[in-house]
């Protein structure tokens, strides 16, 4: 948490060496010259003067992870102009004033890996000003900080590309400085190529960087052959167990399904559902309708949880039973079209989709719904991680999904597309 926001100089004078994180005052201002002094062992960085704990030493799949990127990455810039550095390597960022004598200095951070293009900005202390790419690697005790605290610090300072690694769910969140501000791109998921939009041909396969210890929990697909299915469009089905899930289904079978396993269509394939939502989903759900549903309360746009059928049509548009492949349930649907709305759900893409996610849904719902929504036009796509309580949003931009800055702890979430809608992102996981 970040200290007291009162600064002062501190009461150590410059001269003096410090071989304790003990004898300083971690609510107090402090600067490069005194960093650069400190001969203790425990890691710390320096952002706007206040001293940041960071871990003492990096555990096992951190580890392994920034190796293989590492590697990657390395082997990538052999021979070329830009060098790569990997933590410990000081990174020195200077303030407005772009004052960059010691005593001038008030943030030093170590990403876990940089890539600098300048060599003027290297010397033997490691780097003074902005690296072109910063890779963070998330583990439980860093998340808030690299999502937020850094994130605004590498963008403020011109960090022209950011990533933000996340072991835990095998997925790559790549951010792109655009006119000082970050565009978050689609995550980046195990089975996707990872490519830098900064350096063409750097570009890898995700799930090569995690290692197997990590494995998720299976997904629904079970294979893209499709097929008419061999069942008669009139049959009544009741038990999941009747159908073939490597064929092709249309919502006109879908509707006659009457067994108790949830599903969804897409394009087609059935992907199974959660067949009941944990009570830590159920819980940050509760809170996030009442926050929505209180919102739209008296206006023309309607909220709608899940169970709630939204039936997507092709690139046809064409919204007839059998010519609709897909059909979803969003855990949160803001529809503010009357004209979508009928007696077996949606029939049309929401103004705004909320999905929770959870270890089976992780990957649909940042792969494979992500696209879904972006190409049918759902406006804002908001993605809740109740394992590090983010909250991410996309917003549609000329027909594809803008990233803004993740939402985390203290931030006030604020809805670009409902100006209004807004609430403490920490409330929504208490």
Same mark, same amino acid.
Request: with cysteine; charged share 30%; hydrophobic share 40%.
């Given at each position: 948490?970040? /200290?007291?926001?009162?600064?002062?100089?501190?009461?150590?004078?410059?001269?003096?060496?410090?071989?304790?994180?003990?004898?300083?005052?971690?609510?107090?201002?402090?600067?490069? *010259? +005194?960093?650069?002094?400190?001969?203790?062992?425990?890691?710390?960085?320096?952002?706007?003067?206040?001293?940041?704990?960071?871990?003492?030493?990096?555990?096992?799949?951190?580890?392994?992870?920034?190796?293989?990127?590492?590697?990657?990455?390395?082997?990538?810039?052999?021979?070329?102009?830009?060098?790569?550095?990997?933590?410990?390597?000081?990174?020195?960022?200077?303030?407005? #004033?772009?004052?960059?004598?010691?005593?001038?200095?008030?943030?030093?951070?170590?990403?876990?890996?940089?890539?600098?293009?300048?060599?003027?900005?290297?010397?033997?202390?490691?780097?003074?000003?902005?690296?072109?790419?910063?890779?963070?690697?998330?583990?439980?005790?860093?998340?808030?900080?690299?999502?937020?605290?850094?994130?605004?610090?590498?963008?403020?300072?011109?960090? #022209?590309?950011?990533?933000?690694?996340?072991?835990?769910?095998?997925?790559?969140?790549?951010?792109?400085?655009?006119?000082? #501000?970050?565009?978050?791109?689609?995550?980046?998921?195990?089975?996707?190529?990872?490519?830098? /939009?900064?350096?063409?041909? @750097?570009?890898?396969?995700?799930?090569?960087?995690?290692?197997?210890?990590?494995?998720?929990?299976?997904?629904?697909?079970?294979?893209?052959?499709?097929?008419?299915?061999?069942?008669?469009?009139?049959?009544?089905?009741?038990?999941?167990?009747? @159908?073939?899930?490597?064929?092709?289904?249309?919502?006109?079978?879908?509707?006659?399904?009457?067994?108790?396993?949830?599903?969804?269509?897409?394009?087609?394939?059935?992907?199974?559902?959660?067949?009941?939502?944990?009570?830590?989903?159920?819980?940050?759900?509760?809170?996030?309708?009442?926050?929505?549903?209180?919102?739209?309360?008296?206006?023309?746009?309607?909220?709608? *949880?899940?169970?709630?059928?939204?039936?997507?049509?092709?690139?046809?548009?064409?919204?007839?039973?059998?010519?609709?492949?897909?059909?979803?349930?969003?855990?949160?649907?803001?529809?503010?079209?009357?004209?979508?709305? +009928?007696?077996?759900?949606?029939?049309?893409?929401?103004?705004?989709?909320?999905?929770?996610?959870?270890?089976?849904?992780?990957?649909?719902?940042?792969?494979?719904?992500?696209?879904?929504?972006?190409?049918?036009?759902?406006?804002?796509?908001?993605?809740?991680?109740? *394992?590090?309580?983010?909250?991410?949003?996309?917003?549609?931009?000329?027909?594809?999904?803008?990233?803004?800055?993740?939402?985390?702890?203290?931030?006030?979430?604020?809805?670009?597309?409902?100006?209004?809608?807004?609430?403490?992102?920490?409330?929504?996981?208490?």
């Amino acid at each position: 948490m970040e /200290p007291d926001k009162k600064v002062e100089e501190p009461s150590i004078a410059y001269g003096t060496e410090i071989t304790s994180l003990d004898q300083l005052d971690l609510t107090k201002l402090y600067s490069y *010259a +005194d960093y650069f002094k400190w001969k203790f062992r425990e890691r710390v960085e320096l952002i706007k003067g206040f001293i940041y704990k960071m871990s003492p030493a990096p555990g096992a799949v951190h580890q392994s992870v920034a190796l293989k990127l590492t590697l990657k990455i390395g082997l990538f810039f052999e021979g070329k102009r830009c060098r790569m550095f990997f933590a410990p390597f000081d990174v020195r960022l200077p303030d407005s #004033k772009k004052q960059t004598d010691d005593q001038s200095v008030f943030t030093v951070v170590q990403p876990d890996i940089c890539v600098i293009c300048d060599p003027g900005k290297i010397d033997n202390r490691g780097c003074i000003g902005a690296p072109d790419l910063v890779i963070e690697i998330l583990s439980p005790g860093n998340s808030t900080r690299e999502m937020t605290i850094k994130f605004d610090l590498y963008e403020e300072n011109g960090v #022209k590309e950011y990533w933000l690694v996340k072991p835990w769910d095998k997925t790559i969140l790549v951010y792109v400085l655009e006119e000082g #501000k970050y565009i978050g791109l689609k995550p980046f998921t195990e089975d996707n190529e990872m490519a830098s /939009p900064l350096f063409p041909g @750097l570009k890898f396969k995700v799930g090569d960087i995690f290692i197997t210890s990590y494995q998720a929990e299976p997904e629904a697909e079970q294979g893209n052959i499709v097929s008419e299915p061999a069942m008669a469009y009139g049959s009544e089905i009741t038990s999941l167990d009747q @159908l073939d899930v490597t064929k092709l289904y249309s919502y006109a079978d879908y509707f006659k399904w009457k067994f108790e396993e949830r599903v969804e269509l897409i394009k087609g394939i059935i992907y199974k559902m959660s067949p009941a939502p944990s009570p830590v989903h159920q819980l940050i759900f509760g809170v996030l309708f009442w926050e929505i549903q209180s919102f739209f309360k008296r206006k023309a746009c309607k909220v709608f *949880a899940a169970p709630f059928d939204v039936r997507l049509p092709d690139s046809g548009k064409q919204t007839d039973d059998q010519l609709v492949f897909t059909v979803v349930q969003p855990d949160i649907s803001v529809i503010c079209d009357p004209g979508k709305i +009928d007696a077996r759900g949606c029939i049309g893409p929401p103004d705004l989709v909320v999905e929770i996610l959870s270890p089976g849904s992780s990957k649909k719902d940042k792969e494979i719904k992500f696209g879904l929504y972006e190409e049918n036009g759902v406006k804002e796509y908001w993605l809740v991680e109740p *394992a590090d309580k983010v909250i991410l949003v996309y917003v549609l931009k000329d027909g594809k999904y803008v990233g803004l800055k993740s939402f985390t702890g203290e931030d006030e979430m604020s809805s670009p597309l409902f100006a209004g809608l807004k609430f403490k992102v920490g409330e929504v996981f208490e």
